[in-house]
């Protein structure tokens, strides 16, 4: 790999990444303040054609999302509603019945389950609609609940974190998202969701999610009053716990979207931040095997160009999304099999549909 960088201060760390040295705190800080996006962008790339050559990922998945109650009410929050706001609902096991078996026919490989922390339902609810899940659709991976619900379930249940984990795994649960951790820092913490679990809680429901078998995402919500500093600590975080566990199987990038916030004055993320924050992760997140560029957040086009920024996965076809969609994105809810494809192929990429555990469903027609 022999890349030109115009930043004289990248020099060293293309070094690193040619002879695959693992970058340090202060490397990941130079490429951040660096302007000098196209040399990061071809590092990134490098790597992601060593491991994956000319694929490109996507599942077929389902996101359901139960609730909007929530008690965090956290800052960066335009989907929360609290209890008796008229913007607010909760779906009945039977209405997500209705919504599930609305697309039985079509080959959904993963369902995407998250929500809000109500106090009105009970852990059976949980357990009952992980099973209700499964037996509508047995060969659909049940990825569910951010360490901030497994927190909350288990205090509804009065279990410990490992035995709450087991419980779900017998209804159903397969894999977690990654959610919730937003920016591990303290500062931030208190500034924007201080009734959020915070970083030790967070890593440690994950870490004790991942020492029973399951495998989870890892995410990162960036682009509101966090620092550079703060985002690679956040990522150096991630990476010491895989060290430890080797139980993320990948790592989202998600851009905050601030309309319908208490954070409404603060302007959307820029393509270069996001490329930019797409490209370090994978430089910095040697471990993590995948990167994805959720489309959701920062759109078709762009998500499409940064599978040549360290990218190798689009996420899936997300039938509706409603979380980021309330906070103004303007993506599309939903995309078929065949957009996804498009995109993948129209950037002269191998588009491969993947199961939630990256085996492959089926590859380029």
Known sequence: MDITVKDPLLTDIAKKVREGERLSLS????????????????????????????????????HINYTNVCTNMCSFCAYAEEEGSKKAYTWSIDEIRKRIMERIDEPVKE?????????????????????????IRPDAAIKAFTAVEIDYLSGL??????????????????????????????????????????????????????????????TMLYGHIETIEERVNHLLTLRDLQDRTGGFSAFIPLSFHSKNTKLSHIPATTAFDDLKTIAIARLVLDNIPHIKAYWVMIGEKLAQTALFFGADDLDG?????????????????????????????????????????????????
Do not use: C
Not at 36 to 58: E, Q, W
Not at 331 to 356: C, F, N, Q, T, W
């Open 27 to 62: 490397d990941a800080v130079t490429l951040y303040r660096s302007s000098d996006l196209i040399a990061i962008g071809r590092m990134a790339d490098s790597v992601r054609k060593a491991k994956y050559g000319n694929k490109a990922y996507y599942v077929y998945n389902q």
């Open 111 to 135: 369902l995407h389950i998250v929500g809000g922390l109500n106090r009105n339902l009970t852990f059976d609810y949980f357990t009952d609609m992980l099973k209700m899940i499964r037996e």
């Open 157 to 218: 249940s009065g279990f410990s974190l490992e035995k709450t984990v087991s419980v779900l795994k017998e209804a159903g649960l397969m894999m977690m998202p990654g959610g919730g951790a937003e920016v591990m820092s303290d500062r931030v913490h208190d500034t924007l969701f201080p009734k959020k679990i915070g970083k030790d809680r967070w890593l440690e429901v994950t870490e004790a999610v991942h020492r029973t078998g399951l495998n989870t995402n890892a």
């Open 317 to 365: 076809t997300i039938i509706e999304e409603r979380i980021t969609h309330t906070a103004g994105a303007t993506s599309a809810k939903g995309l078929s099999r065949k957009s996804m494809e498009h995109m993948i192929r129209s950037a002269g990429l191998e588009p491969v549909e993947r199961d939630s555990f990256y085996n492959e469903v089926r590859g380029a027609a």
